[in-house]
């Protein structure tokens, strides 16, 4: 007779459920990995949710629980469009999606819709962020909506692995639009780059000189430019700063040849211009899948993750080894010193570890 037969019938009980022993002492019981993989492919909310909980944790047994979902889920992955919102702080970035997803739930009955914001300039879940899921309330309600509010990068990769993680599992749920909203400092537009399909960027009228203060580096990467806040007193400033806008936009090189990036003029707060955003990236979406972009960009972003993800654990399983952590330190502090560059500090390291 089994151990866990036998438990049963000394409890009394014919037919206890079936305990993983690897849950054993939680408070409740957790689904298994493959029931919460099963229910997040049928596209149950409170599983993806619990789903992007686990792959965000940074404890070794969640990792590996992790992993498994991910490699089912990962193949499982359905198309979705995965559009980056970036823009300063206070741009309307929120508001924006809460009034584009209420647009778009009018317009196709059958869509779901994912909305994941991110801070990857921070390791750490910001306040802002998670002000936004009782702001998105007129959304959040709907059942084709799913909000997660931020993402903590606590993990190897950061915020911005995890975030493309959540994405992937968002697509194994079968939502059609996916909107990440990043907060745009530093290096966010670049992190967006690899984990969406488009980059829409909102700006707001302003002066001349507010408008150059776009860096130049956002003007080649943003697919479509939203001028938001266009009503009250901007009003009057907003075809003008459109027009510089564009004048500008024709001078940067873009990173895709054949298509100019379109700037519209929106009022996130007063719900207007959501058709245009709408017909741009409509025609960006169908532009993109014909040249093959959609997919080549696909695969850019796999060979990323690959390729950073071998680097981030040789480093930490490398400095596991004393030996070699304790050359690491001597060089690092040689290079912090500014006696050695950075780049032949790393060459000779490498070099060791390879002799
Ligand atoms: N007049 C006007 N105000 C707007 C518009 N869109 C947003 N706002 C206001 O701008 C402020 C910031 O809006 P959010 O949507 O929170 O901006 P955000 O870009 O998401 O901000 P962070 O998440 O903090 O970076 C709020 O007070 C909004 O009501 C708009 O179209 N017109
Ligand atoms: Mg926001």
Redesign the pocket.
């Given at each position: 007779m089994s151990k866990k037969s036998a438990l049963n019938i000394a409890k009394g009980v014919e037919e206890a459920p079936f305990i993983n022993p690897k849950w054993k002492g939680a408070k409740r019981r957790e689904p298994e990995i493959s029931e919460l993989t099963q229910k997040v492919i049928e596209g149950d909310m409170a599983a993806l949710s619990t789903a992007i909980t686990l792959i965000e944790s940074t404890s070794e047994k969640d990792e590996s629980d992790s992993r498994e979902l991910l490699n089912t889920i990962i193949p499982n992955a359905k198309n979705a469009f995965v559009i980056g919102v970036s823009?300063v702080?206070?741009?309307?970035?929120?508001?924006?999606l809460e009034s584009y997803c209420s647009f778009l739930l009018e317009l196709d009955p059958e869509s779901k819709l994912a909305i994941l914001a991110v801070d990857p300039s921070s390791e750490l879940s910001k306040g802002?962020?998670l002000g936004d899921k009782t702001?998105m309330e007129s959304i959040g309600k709907s059942d084709r909506v799913f909000i997660r509010p931020s993402a903590s990068g606590g993990k190897l990769g950061g915020v911005a692995r995890s975030t493309y993680e959540a994405v992937a599992l968002c697509e194994a749920a079968g939502f059609d639009f996916i909107f990440v909203?990043t907060?745009g400092v530093g290096q966010s537009e670049t992190v967006v780059s690899k984990l969406t399909d488009c980059f829409l960027f909102l700006a707001m009228p302003g002066t001349g000189d507010e408008l150059q203060g776009i860096k130049k580096g956002i003007m080649e990467m943003a697919d479509i430019i939203a001028l938001?806040?266009c009503?009250?007193p901007r009003e009057k400033q907003a075809n003008h700063s459109a027009l510089e806008l564009r004048n500008a936009l024709q001078l940067v090189s873009r990173h895709r040849d054949s298509w100019q990036t379109p700037v519209v003029q929106i009022?996130?707060?007063?719900s207007k211009g959501m058709e245009a955003v709408w017909t741009e990236l409509d025609k960006y979406y169908r532009h993109s899948m014909l040249n093959g972009w959609l997919e080549n960009n696909r695969q850019e972003q796999r060979e990323y993750w690959f390729k950073e993800n071998v680097g981030a654990l040789l480093f930490t399983s490398l400095t596991k080894n004393q030996d070699w952590k304790k050359q690491q330190l001597d060089l690092l502090e040689k290079v912090t010193e500014g006696i050695l560059s950075p780049f032949e500090a790393s060459r000779i390291l490498v070099e060791k570890l390879l002799a």
């Open positions: 823009g702080p206070g741009v309307g970035k929120s508001t924006f802002s962020i702001r909203e907060v938001n806040k009503d009250g009022s996130a707060l007063e």
